[in-house]
């Protein structure tokens, strides 16, 4: 609460991080604004000692890592210390570089992080995001029940499509770009699937905001072009929808992350169907699955030392 409180006061609050910690910031953004009406800004933690000169005793900066001691963004708090700046982390180590720079410290307490990829630690962020944006509004009881019952839902999720998404990680093995669009709190969702392929898979992934889609890429869609869909039946659904039907006219398959069918997709990833804000918690899953089995049946090292794992 006291941490809410003090996001809500600062005259600027800037959230940094690398990779998956910084696709969870994106999502963090977006619910600051909506759940509490306060606007940041998220910045790349290797760009963000070039934004220092704007970082004073006024500024909050929230510093996202799941081990606490990338070199990018222990740099740049430095740099804001300096400058006067206070400091939260979030983070799922404790006794941290980045713990000792910060003036509080958020512990995700997820467990060890065995593979390439943040996954459980992801989701964790995003639970702390949750957390945060509701005690701004002094509902921080109700969101802890309202996370509880969702991670059954998150787990429905893995059981429903485990083997499904290995089947279609056989159909899509030859694949080298995979596109991954999304409009909204789940554009972020969008990337963090692509750089999760990437990690493991070792082949092109790209996520964008569906509608930069027309801009550049969509010239690049080929016939079985494997494109990513995360369509929640939300306000976003109908314009999603427009640009999945535009990259199947130049011959995309389609795999639809979404609770609701529709003939657009030639693959179809049913999520259950959730408040529009609680959307990530569910679309995330089983693009980490398909990340993982992807990489397996290409045969990279990756992911078979996750298996072994």
């Given at each position: ?22 696709y ?10 909506r ?34 001691e ?23 180590r ?38 945060l ?36 990680s ?33 082949v ?38 427009t ?25 179809w ?32 090292g ?8």
């Open positions: 609460m006291e941490v809410g409180r003090d996001l809500l006061r600062a005259n600027q609050v800037i959230l940094t991080a690398c990779g998956s910690s910084r969870a910031g994106l999502i963090g953004r977006y619910l600051f604004s759940v509490a009406g306060k606007f940041c800004n998220v910045i790349m933690a290797p760009e963000f000692h070039y934004y220092s000169d704007s970082v004073d005793k006024n500024t909050l900066v929230v510093a996202i890592s799941q081990n606490g990338t070199t990018d963004v222990v740099e740049g708090i430095k740099r804001a210390k300096y400058h006067g700046a206070r400091v939260i982390c979030i983070e799922n404790d006794s941290t570089i980045l713990s000792r720079l910060s003036d509080r410290a958020i512990q995700l307490n997820a467990g060890l992080e065995t593979g390439l990829t943040a996954t459980k630690s992801f989701s964790c962020q995003l639970a702390a995001f949750y957390l944006s509701f005690s701004m509004i002094n509902r921080f009881d109700a969101m802890v029940g309202k996370l509880n019952d969702l991670s059954w839902e998150m787990n429905k999720v893995i059981e429903q499509h485990y083997d499904s998404l290995k089947e279609l056989i159909k899509l093995s030859s694949s080298n770009d995979f596109y991954y669009i999304a409009r909204g709190i789940d554009f972020a969702v969008a990337s963090e699937g692509a750089l999760m392929l990437k990690e493991l898979s070792h092109h992934a790209e996520g964008l905001p569906a509608g930069e889609l027309k801009h550049g890429t969509l010239t690049l869609i080929e016939e079985g072009t494997p494109v990513v869909a995360i369509s929640p039946g939300d306000y976003t659904f109908p314009e999603i929808l640009n999945t039907l535009e990259a199947r006219s130049r011959g995309a398959y389609i795999v639809g992350v979404s609770d609701q069918q529709n003939q657009a997709y030639d693959f990833i049913a999520v259950p169907k959730v408040e529009e804000l609680f959307y990530p918690l569910m679309t995330v899953i089983p693009l980490q699955l398909l990340a993982y089995h992807l990489a397996v049946e290409r045969n990279n990756a992911g078979s030392r996750i298996l072994r794992r």
